[in-house]
């Protein structure tokens, strides 16, 4: 038995034009398969189909099939990420590092949007940013890439410092500390712990680090850091503040750098938490030599997508903002505070946010109790965590069937609706009630 060592399936992985395939659902013809395997699923299965299917290479642990086209290794998981390991050493590019509980997804499209005016950019698709995902988007770093914006997230203690052992970093930014995946993390404290591995990453590689001032455990966690760029919504002391004039539905800005104006910005997104993830993206693109008007053009031209930040209109005139990507109390309740800004009748349709163990209900009742806290009164909940906080509440359905149902009969009459919730939960599916233009 003869195990395929990782300069050999890098050559390989070059002959197939970094043509990647995990799944046999989707294109593999000509593609290097990896067989992956976890929890729920084994990718040893799948070996034969990828074959058939026209994969030039399979690489998998099970020895049983004799095919020239099958790279033996000892754990396909494991050689993916020692591909993308040795792949990302080689890659003549600068990879920025992005992380945090909030925001990172947005953050990473607008450090693209930025870098993109100037540069030859690849970015992490979506918010494929686990030990999968990761490994995946480094591999599709080729020689004309000169910027990878690397988005990287954790569901549970561990996880980042797998990531940050991949590759090397130029810059890492950890967008913020919140309470995410506290199913896997418990508290705060143990969430500020994973997520330090991105500092810890800068420091060992030497990189840039871009902080959020505005955080209280980012600026105590990059105390020690020797190379460090600021940005603030609220410090007009650090190298990049963000000053609010309009924060809902949209945007409007002035960028100043050391406490000089640079010039105004209007964007595509709303809520003081964009702003600054907004900030981050200036700060990269300035640190990286972006022209200041081809930061604006990055940043304006940025529209937000895939349920993330997104303004829609129905035929009714009715302004609807959809954030059903994901969420989590911190999430949440930044959502709610900023959407709340808005003058005009308003109606909430929240579904659960899921993966928070023993923290659920506390965290859902006070959602709800913030909800009303700042004045919403039309308020729908979706999904059997918010049943469970709230037996009492009348307007709480199993799914976004049932809401819609209820919607049928009894129309929203708003001037403004917010749909939120985890991605479990599909709130986008509630536009179904709405006819957009």
Wanted: hydrophobic share 40%.
């Amino acid at each position: 038995m003869t195990y395929s060592d990782i300069s050999h399936l890098h050559h390989c992985f070059l002959e197939v034009h970094q043509k990647m395939a995990t799944d046999t659902r989707k294109d593999c013809k000509g593609a290097i398969f990896f067989c992956l395997s976890g929890e729920r699923f084994n990718g040893n299965l799948y070996a034969e189909k990828a074959l058939e299917l026209g994969a030039a290479y399979v690489v998998t642990n099970s020895s049983h099939i004799s095919d020239e086209r099958i790279l033996l290794v000892e754990d396909p998981n494991n050689s993916l990420l020692e591909l993308a390991r040795y792949h990302s050493n080689i890659a003549p590019c600068t990879f920025i590092a992005v992380g945090g509980s909030n925001g990172k997804t947005s953050t990473k499209e607008l450090i693209n949007s930025v870098l993109s005016t100037t540069y030859k950019t690849y970015a992490t698709p979506g918010n494929f940013n686990n030990h999968i995902g990761v490994p995946l988007t480094l591999l599709a770093v080729n020689a004309e890439t000169q910027m990878a914006i690397i988005e990287m997230g954790t569901n549970h203690p561990g996880e980042m410092r797998v990531l940050s052992s991949v590759f090397e970093t130029d810059a890492a930014i950890i967008t913020n500390i919140g309470k995410e995946h506290l199913e896997g993390f418990e508290d705060l404290e143990a969430v500020a712990k994973e997520e330090s591995e991105l500092y810890l990453m800068a420091q060992r590689d030497g990189a840039m680090a871009f902080v959020n001032a505005d955080d209280p455990w980012l600026q105590n966690m990059s105390k020690r850091l020797p190379k460090k760029i600021s940005y603030s919504i609220k410090d007009k002391t650090c190298d990049i503040y963000i000053e609010i004039h309009k924060s809902m539905p949209f945007l409007e800005v002035s960028v100043f750098y050391q406490q000089e104006k640079m010039g105004d910005i209007k964007a595509h997104l709303g809520g003081d938490y964009n702003a600054s993830n907004i900030a981050a993206a200036v700060a990269i693109g300035l640190h990286y030599q972006v022209p200041f008007e081809n930061v604006i053009q990055g940043i304006e031209s940025y529209v937000p997508s895939m349920n993330r930040s997104q303004w829609l209109t129905s035929t009714s005139g009715l302004e609807i903002l959809l954030d059903a990507y994901n969420a989590n109390p911190s999430s949440m309740e930044l959502g709610l505070k900023n959407f709340a800004q808005l003058e005009g009748k308003k109606t909430l349709l929240l579904g659960d946010m899921l993966e928070l163990g023993t923290h659920s209900e506390k965290e859902h009742k006070a959602l709800f109790e913030l909800a009303q806290e700042l004045g919403y009164t039309d308020i729908y909940l979706v999904g059997n965590e918010f049943k469970q906080a709230l037996p009492s509440f009348p307007f709480v359905f199993e799914n976004t069937s049932s809401l819609l149902a209820w919607l049928d009969t009894h129309p929203i009459d708003a001037e403004y609706v917010y749909i939120k919730g985890s991605r479990g939960i599909a709130m986008e599916q509630c536009l179904d009630h709405f006819a957009l233009t």
